[in-house]
Structures are given as structure tokens and as C-alpha cells.
């Protein structure tokens, strides 16, 4: 084995093993000095029914804060998905469903949703709602694969990494850049004003999304990304052409994918409290946060 696979297996195991030990970063200001909704609160429902490894009151909390900084508000989901469930309200998050109750199960990677469910979100999107869909690397890609599909979208299913484009001694911590071209325009990456442009955004080990045709990469892989199903080893793909983020109309709705879910988290990790998401200095997370939910509640055209 070369030095750079050893590099890649290991960064890969270390980021994996220390799932369990990640926790929301109670140091987070989730503060918005200047909230972008003072009145009409969108109503915004986080999904908690679906075995999800993130909650509002888990390791997502940072970002259910952040955004209730920001004039939303939320309600956590405790009910399979139908037509009644959804109606009152304007976004639907899913972060890192799965089919069984630990992400180690063996049915883990099992379909999180029913077919009556993924149809109940589809329609709900197509008739005006938001949905922001979040499948972390294997098994979150194939428990979430069944909603996907109904909006057309691929998910890879296993491990992504790119020694060129990732943080140094890490490939599987990706860099989206203005300065490597793989952060695109979109109104999420420009935002409102030069003070909401997002310049870079860092992900912590994901899948790769194929998004249907006239879908946005928020976030393109680079020809040099890879992925791979065992990340002990096993046979590597190309992704060079597909995302960690896209965004498209759906109808009358709004959807944004993404293959990674700790880019909008604020966690620590393991002994050495490795940060995780919007607290790690240097990179936009936490304004691309804001900017996501910005534009599908249709702040940003």
C-alpha cells in the first residue's frame, strides 16, 4: 500500500470512528446581528422520524439555533411524512436519516423512508414546499436514495476524497473554493451583498450527488475526487462531474442536496475536541448555512 493510500485509510477510519463521539460545540455563537425575518417567521419542520443521527436538540442544535437567530421557526418532526404533516409548513429539513436505529446496524442502510412518504414529499415540493435533503457517506447515502430518486438525484453511497482538493495530510476533508473553481455561482454562493458571498466551504468526509439536468453545483467535485464504498479498501470511482451540493426548482418548490452533513453542524470530536462545521475558522460554513435557508424560504431569488 503507498503512502497516500495509508493517508487517505486512515483519514477516512479516523473521521468515521469518531462519529459517535461527536457533540454539538457548546462554544457556538449562533447569534444573527441582523435576523433576516422580524415578522412572518417561515415555519420550518426538522425531521426527527426517521432514526436521523442529527436532531434540534442534538448535534444539530448549533444550526437550529443559528436559524431561529435568524426569525425562523422550527418544530422537530416525529410522524411519517404525508400530505397533513407537511402542509402548515414552508421548509422540510432531513439530516442523515437511516434505517435502523444505530448508524452500525445492519439494516442501517436500509430505505429511511416508505414509498408513500417520498411521495407525499415529492408532491409537497411540487406544490410550493422547500426541502433540504442531507445524506452524509455510507450508510446515510443509501437510506436516503429512495427519497432522492424522486427528485432525480444520485447518491454515490460511499466515501469521497480528493488529495488535490482537501486539506493537507486529509482527503477527506474537501475545500470548495473561489480560488480551486470548485465553489460555483449560485444565488446561495453570492448571496445578498459582498458581506453574504461565500468564498469557501469545507465538508468532513461525504458522498457524491448526480444531480438531474438543470440542477446547480453549489459545490463541484474536481476530476481528481474519488469514491469508495469500503474506506479499508475496495474499488475507487471516478466523480469527477457530480457535487457535495446542488440546488433546482422542482415544479413550484425549491430543493437543495447535500452529500455532506457536518459542514452545516458546529460539533467537537474525540479527545482533542476536532472541530467540526461552522466553528472551524477560515471557511464561510456558517454563512452558507444561512444562505441556504435564505433562499429556499425565497429570500434569494
Known amino acids: 500500500m503507498t503512502n497516500t493510500l495509508v493517508t487517505i485509510f486512515l483519514a477516512v477510519v479516523l473521521s468515521v470512528t469518531t462519529f459517535a463521539q461527536q457533540m454539538a460545540d457548546p462554544n457556538f455563537n449562533p447569534h444573527v446581528e441582523h435576523p433576516a425575518y422580524t415578522k412572518n417567521f417561515p415555519r420550518v419542520l426538522f425531521d426527527e422520524a426517521h432514526n436521523n443521527f442529527h436532531t434540534t436538540t442534538g448535534r444539530y442544535k448549533p444550526f437550529v439555533d443559528l436559524m431561529f437567530s435568524d426569525g425562523y421557526q422550527i418544530a422537530a418532526n416525529r410522524q411519517p411524512f404525508s400530505k397533513e404533516s407537511l402542509q402548515s409548513y414552508k421548509i ?11 448508524m452500525d446496524d445492519e439494516d442501517a442502510d436500509k430505505p429511511a423512508f416508505t414509498e408513500k412518504e417520498c411521495d407525499a414529499v415529492r408532491d409537497w415540493v411540487s406544490n410550493g414546499g422547500a426541502l433540504l435533503l442531507i445524506a452524509d457517506h455510507a450508510p446515510f447515502g443509501s437510506a436516503a436514495q429512495i427519497l432522492a430518486k424522486r427528485f432525480d438525484v444520485e447518491m454515490s453511497k460511499g466515501f469521497v476524497f480528493d488529495v488535490e482538493h482537501s486539506v493537507p495530510d486529509n482527503p477527506s476533508l474537501l475545500i470548495f473554493s473561489r480560488e480551486n473553481k470548485l465553489l460555483l455561482d449560485h444565488p446561495i454562493t453570492l448571496g445578498r451583498n459582498d458581506s453574504e458571498r ?63 452533513a457536518a459542514m452545516l453542524s458546529a460539533q467537537v470530536a474525540g479527545p482533542e475536541n476536532f472541530k467540526m462545521g461552522m466553528n472551524v475558522p477560515g471557511n ?3 454563512q452558507f448555512a444561512l444562505n441556504i435557508m435564505h433562499w429556499l424560504s425565497g429570500l434569494l431569488k
Open 198 to 260: 461565500i468564498n469557501r466551504v469545507q465538508t468532513f468526509t461525504g458522498q457524491a450527488l448526480k444531480g438531474p439536468q438543470g440542477a446547480t453545483q453549489l459545490m463541484a467535485l474536481a476530476a481528481t475526487a474519488k469514491d469508495q464504498a469500503d474506506p479499508m479498501g475496495g474499488e475507487k470511482k471516478s466523480v469527477a462531474g457530480q457535487a457535495q451540493g446542488l440546488a433546482f426548482k422542482f415544479s413550484k418548490g425549491r430543493v437543495v442536496m447535500l452529500g455532506e
Open 92 to 102: 422540510l429539513i432531513i439530516a442523515n436519516a437511516i434505517g435502523a436505529e444505530e
Open 284 to 286: 464561510d460554513n456558517r
